[in-house]
């Protein structure tokens, strides 16, 4: 059977992207977003990524990296919560182990505090996620916590004319129910507990008006309870990344990026491995619109 999201997906993902700023006035009461990854709400805006090669002769090669979110902002008193629909694309046929990853489903965003000094952002998820590699299909729902503090840089760039920067953790859970799965492999449930901590530095960062920016981050994630018939035998995921972007224009949706990852992603469905790229990325808002 042939991948259901092949070079048509893409090009439907791409046509999407590229229609942002107009959704966005059309339809005032919603807000869309373009990035890494629905679940991404840190103040280092993490853009999509695109690598597309369609050779005269031999397979086509991708490496996307896409979340796009299409939310509706309601107060509740004191908080705020943004809700609506989401989907996130991950292919990759250029690694050592490929990645072929979709989702879609709901998302709810939570503000809570004073954004200017000290707030709280929790943030639900319920999702389908199909791994195209392993032909495998999950129900995935998540809740999770990040902080924002003014006065400890955290998701509030701190420093002087020549550098700024700022850190920020967020932890929570996910539940993961495989539905589906090929005749001759069981399904059943993952239980994990994550932590992610991240910066975000910008050298030069006055003359270069914030153009250049420097993320490392990592992540790990820690099953807490699984089904035996599984038998997945680790039970601690890491995932290590540094991201250089180079962000275009006065506005900053575009840039070009290199990454570095180092590990697995059990949540994106991305195997153990490590690799460098190069990338066109795409940020929506923009992170200076």
């Known amino acids: 059977m042939k991948n259901p999201v092949g070079r048509r997906g893409i ?3 791409l046509l999407a992207s590229c229609s942002l700023p107009v959704m966005g006035q059309d339809a005032s009461s919603w807000e869309v977003h373009l ?21 005269g002769k031999g397979e086509n090669s991708y490496a996307v990296d896409l979340g796009l979110t299409a939310l509706r902002p309601s107060d509740f008193g004191r908080a705020q919560w943004d809700w609506g629909v989401a989907a996130e694309y991950h292919h990759n046929t250029l690694l050592d182990r490929k990645q072929d990853t979709r989702e879609i489903g709901f998302t709810a965003l939570g503000e809570y505090g004073d954004p200017a000094t000290i707030a709280w952002l929790p943030q639900v998820i319920a999702k389908y996620k ?7 299909g999950s ?15 955290i ?21 993961e129910d495989g539905v589906k799965a090929p005749s001759a492999k069981p399904t059943g449930q993952v239980s994990r507990a994550f932590g992610h901590l991240e910066a ?21 994630w820690q099953d807490f309870a699984k089904s035996k018939q599984l038998g997945i035998a680790r039970d601690r995921h890491v995932l290590r990344t540094i991201s250089v972007n180079y962000y275009l224009g006065s506005d900053q949706m575009f840039s070009l990026g290199l990454d570095y990852v180092n590990g697995e992603d059990p949540s994106q469905g991305l195997p153990e491995q490590r690799y460098t790229r190069i990338a066109f990325k795409v940020a929506y808002p923009p992170p200076n619109g």
């Open 11 to 13: 090009v439907i993902l």
């Open 35 to 55: 990035q890494q990854s629905i679940s991404d709400k840190n103040s280092a805006t993490k853009p999509a990524a695109f690598q597309l090669t369609f050779p």
């Open 139 to 153: 129900l995935v729902p998540s809740a999770s916590m990040t902080l924002t503090n003014f006065a400890s840089a």
């Open 155 to 175: 998701g509030f760039a701190k420093g002087g004319p020549g550098f700024k920067f700022f850190w920020q953790p967020t932890l929570g859970v996910e539940l």
């Open 200 to 220: 975000a530095l910008y050298p030069a960062a006055e003359l270069l008006k914030n153009r250049l920016e420097i993320v490392p981050g990592v992540t790990l």
């Open 130 to 136: 199909y791994d195209g590699v392993k032909s495998t």
